[in-house]
Structure formats: structure tokens, C-alpha cells
């Protein structure tokens, strides 16, 4: 149990193009889902963590208006990336949280911006 | 802030050699500690915990203790298999009532190999 989907799992997008990504917890309800983003051979950071029908709170330095995250139900949180440019390039990784118990993450989403 | 140091990798053993991957934490109040493993390709996947002070985690032969006074969570297996090969990420997260809650801040990750 406790499965989280990511779609696409890669996608390659002309520099100035938005992108969305996906993320479904497929067998809990997911009250919170953080979105992260990992650079090679880096750590993961926390880019920004969301309730099903509130707006997301964002970490220090990561642009709202570039990173748009709806959670729209229990099931599924969207990550768009807007007007992506060249260091937009990363592995993104969601995760849901069904309660105060532990995170469940997601394969992650290799994003290329040409 | 809170903040993990692992350490530096990559580290690379021959199977069924003794593992030790060093962590170190610095936080407010008693966070809950955690190992993460990446296998390539894949997303992380929760490998053992530990929520108060001298708790062990233990999965998979992989054990880590909860030393407060050493603020440490080091994690250990006796004998590696080449299935082990894999990226490990220690992790805290804050104890609850703060406004970091639930958020998780991870380690820079270590890479291990591990060679028949």
C-alpha cells in the first residue's frame, strides 16, 4: 500500500513552454503533498508543501508565480512549471502524506528544458 | 535552522562487507530521524525510523540508533549484497507544534556500490 504515481515521468520542453506534472496517491488520501526538487547527485529540497483545498505554502527563494501547485483533491496535487528556461532542468519528486505519519514519494519526474 | 550532514561518498564495498554510513543532525526539541533509500531511476523509499531518543530502526538487516547526545542516526548492515547498491538519505523531520511540522530536510545523500 501506500503508492504515489507521478506523470510524465520524463518530459523534454522548448525553453518558454509550461509544463505540468502530475501526482496521485493511489491507495490513501493524501491531506498533504510536498513537491520537491533534486539536483544531480544533490540532495532533495523542499520546494513547496500543500493542503487539498488551500494554496500552497512555499519555501524560502522558490517563485509562486514560476512553480504553480494545485492540490485539487485527496488524490492529486499539480506541479506547473511555467515559462520553464534551461535551469528549470531537474528531477522533480512529490510526495503525500496521509496524516502526521510518514511521507510517501513519488518516482519523480525528470524535466529537461531545451 | 534544522539541518542533516552525511557523510561524503561515494562508498564503495565488496559484498558482504560491513556497512556504516554516517549521520549527524542539528535540531530544536526532539525531531523524528529517518533513512531513505534511492535505487536508481526510482523514488525514495522509506528503509527504517526512529521517533525518540535511543529507538532503534531496523528493516532489510539495515539498523540505526537515535542518539541524542551525539545527535546521530547512523545507519549499519553486517553483511551488504549488490542489491544494496543504491542512494541512502538520512532525513529529519521537526517535532510537532512548530511551524516546520511535516517537512522533512534531508541529507546530501550517499551513493553506495557495492561489488561482487
Not at chain 1, 60 to 69: C, R, T
Not at chain 1, 72 to 80: G, K, P, Q, Y
Not at chain 2, 9 to 32: D, H, K, Q, R
Not at chain 2, 78 to 103: E, H, I, M, P, W
Request: charged content about 15%; overall charge neutral; proline content about 4%.
Amino acid at each position: 500500500g501506500a503508492v504515489v504515481s507521478q506523470h510524465p515521468s520524463r518530459v523534454i520542453c522548448k525553453s518558454g513552454t509550461s509544463v505540468k506534472i502530475e501526482c496521485r496517491s493511489l491507495d490513501f488520501q493524501a491531506t498533504t503533498m510536498f513537491w520537491y526538487r533534486q539536483f544531480p547527485k544533490q540532495s532533495l529540497m523542499l520546494m513547496a508543501t500543500s493542503n487539498e483545498g488551500s494554496k500552497a505554502t512555499y519555501e524560502q527563494g522558490v517563485e509562486k508565480d514560476k512553480f504553480l501547485i494545485n492540490h485539487a483533491s485527496l488524490t492529486l496535487s499539480t506541479l506547473t512549471v511555467t515559462s520553464a528556461h534551461p535551469e528549470d532542468s531537474s528531477f522533480y519528486i512529490c510526495s503525500g502524506q496521509p496524516g502526521p505519519y510518514e511521507q510517501y514519494f513519488g518516482p519523480g519526474t525528470r524535466l529537461t528544458v531545451t | 535552522g534544522d539541518s542533516v550532514t552525511q557523510m561524503e561518498g561515494p562508498v564503495t564495498l565488496s559484498e558482504e562487507a560491513f556497512l556504516t554510513i554516517n549521520c549527524t543532525y542539528t535540531a530544536t526539541g526532539y525531531p523524528s530521524l529517518f533513512w531513505y533509500v534511492q535505487y536508481p531511476g526510482e523514488g525514495l523509499q522509506l528503509l527504517l525510523k526512529a521517533t525518540k531518543a535511543d529507538d532503534k530502526g531496523s528493516n532489510k538487516g539495515f539498523e540505526a540508533t537515535y542518539r541524542k547526545e551525539t545527535t546521530s542516526f547512523h545507519l549499519e548492515k553486517g553483511s551488504v549484497q549488490v542489491s544494496d547498491s543504491a542512494v541512502y538519505f538520512c532525513a529529519l523531520r521537526a517535532n510537532a507544534g512548530g511551524t516546520s511540522y511535516g517537512k522533512l530536510t534531508f541529507g546530501q545523500g550517499t551513493i553506495l556500490t557495492v561489488h561482487p
